[in-house]
């Protein structure tokens, strides 16, 4: 090879580096660099934005089901204390009249029973629930 080929090869490669080296290189690598991390930064923000409204949806629907259990527990709590709990007072005093006339009749008494029970029937109402 000769000297003038390597001088040339020399020149060349010190031209593309100074161009590289330049103002307008330097400036455009920067905003590429800066459009680039700023849109990255941009899309963790928007990430983590949408992560705590889905966060915040799910704990708005957790209160409004819980508050909805309550108010159910709420509403049957109370059917149990207006009906059932004066039918299974009834059901024991029956239970005793019948265990009282079933002794009677053993020891050898009439078999005619006075009044051991009457069958108390209720329509029960189901309370509204709040539902959507």
């Known amino acids: 090879m000769s000297a003038s080929y390597l001088d040339c090869v020399q020149t060349i490669i010190l031209a593309v580096w100074n161009f590289l080296n330049g103002n307008f290189i330097t400036a455009l690598?920067?905003?590429l660099a800066g459009a680039f991390f700023g849109a990255w930064a941009a899309q963790k923000i928007a990430k983590s934005n949408h992560k705590s409204e889905q966060l915040l949806d799910e704990i708005r629907n957790t209160n409004s089901a819980i508050t909805l259990s309550f108010s159910?527990?709420?509403s049957f709590f109370?059917?149990?204390e207006q009906i059932i709990n004066p039918l299974v007072?009834?059901?024991?005093d029956t239970r005793s009249r019948y265990e009282e006339h079933m002794e009677k009749l053993s020891r050898g008494a009439s078999a005619l029973p006075d009044e051991v029970g009457v069958?108390?029937?209720v329509d029960v109402a189901i309370p509204p629930v709040p539902t959507k």
């Open 72 to 74: 159910i527990f709420s």
């Open 78 to 80: 109370s059917l149990k």
């Open 89 to 92: 007072e009834d059901y024991v």
């Open 119 to 121: 069958a108390r029937m």
């Open 29 to 31: 690598a920067g905003a």
